[in-house]
């Protein structure tokens, strides 16, 4: 079984692994606080990482690799994450009976019944939640299963960097991990929205306490605009990128472009939430971030909060952490809200 749920230990990488980047944040923890240790961005080629899938590991690991060198950190172990649209999650009721070898087989048969591969192609771990409140001779099982292509991908591209890959945790749970370090006080905004704009799909995830209740991906990201300003002024892709970056676009193009694609970012986030409100939510958001590599275009978040009347901030996981004195501040307070799936898999290996 592979181990989602394996016990904590100190110092891990999270290695964010997405369809134009792989993102790395090392942390340490001194008593209760984190410090951030290093972090570092590459890109990957278009054909690396396709609709969520690892296709060309060792691509992925000359990525991870460089990425270590510019992070700085002599982290050996490392975690990363599969999409939780690839994943299976189901709450089982199995007898306290069962423990150890046979709680293990017993689940594998419970899996069997509904999980739509067979068993030999998925990896599955499972956690023991405790009793069932109206039957205490029952025990609540986690269940957890994917494909093992997509796990065994991820792996092998870790591994190919001279990482050692401790587990591969879910996308949802790393972002959940993340939320005591954007609120101070969960109980002033009990449903918190986190808009993921990544580079070519938006997510909404809605958190009620520190808990995701509601998970929604859209197919729409920052590689739209990237294409858009390289097929209209013949600027290669990796160019537009860096110049969007630093903020060196000339006035025509960000007319033309840039400030049009912001607005239609306010509609696509629009989108989402109506999707969400017409689910049968479970609450009024409070608050609503903006995650994602896409989140801190100039004015994007006054201007969400403008549409959809919610309070909105630009994620930024450090901002009460200590920070390395060798990481650039002004950098980093640009990188932060692409950085927070990976610091939410950094904090896997801490107690928060």
């Given amino acids: 079984m592979l181990s989602f749920f394996k016990p904590k230990s100190a110092g891990w990488v999270g290695v964010d692994i997405g369809s134009s980047s792989v993102k790395l944040v090392a942390l340490s923890q001194h008593g209760l606080s984190y410090r951030l240790e290093g972090y570092a961005t590459v890109a990957l080629p278009p054909t690396a990482v396709v609709d969520g899938n690892v296709e060309i590991p060792g691509e992925v690991s000359v990525a991870i690799e460089r990425a270590l060198k510019l992070c700085g950190s002599k982290l050996v172990h490392a975690v990363t994450a599969v999409p939780s649209s690839a994943v299976i999650t189901k709450r089982l ?115 009620k306490g520190n808990k995701i209740i509601y998970n929604r991906e859209q197919a729409f990201g920052g590689n739209d605009l990237t294409n858009m300003i390289h097929q209209n002024t013949g600027l290669e892709v990796a160019e537009v990128e860096q110049r969007l970056y630093e903020g060196e676009l000339d006035e025509e193009i960000m007319d033309n472009f840039v400030r049009p694609f912001r607005t239609t970012v306010v509609q696509q986030v629009s989108r989402a939430l109506q999707f969400y409100y017409s689910s049968g939510s479970q609450g009024q958001l409070g608050k609503l971030y903006l ?28 901002r009460d952490l200590e920070i390395n004195a060798k990481i650039n501040a002004g950098r980093l307070g640009k990188d932060a809200p692409g950085l927070l799936k990976a610091c939410g898999l950094a904090l896997r290996s801490f107690d928060i």
């Fill in 291 to 318: 995650a994602g590599g896409t989140a801190g275009m100039e004015g994007l978040a006054a201007m969400v909060e403008n549409e959809i009347g919610v309070p909105t901030e630009v994620a930024n996981p450090f």
């Fill in 93 to 207: 009721e199995i007898s306290s009976a069962f423990a150890g070898l046979d709680l293990e087989e017993q689940v594998q048969v419970e899996a069997d019944q509904f999980i739509p591969y067979p068993l030999g192609e998925v990896a599955l771990d499972f956690e023991v939640l405790g009793p069932v409140e109206k039957a205490p001779d029952l025990n609540e099982i986690l269940l957890v299963a994917c494909r093992r292509d997509d796990t065994d991908a991820r792996e092998d591209a870790i591994h190919g960097s001279g990482l050692k890959c401790e587990i591969i945790d879910i996308d949802t749970y790393a972002i959940e991990r993340t939320l005591r370090l954007l609120e101070a006080d969960l109980s002033a905004n009990p449903v918190t929205g986190i808009v993921d704009i990544g580079a070519a799909t938006l997510t909404l995830n809605v958190c």
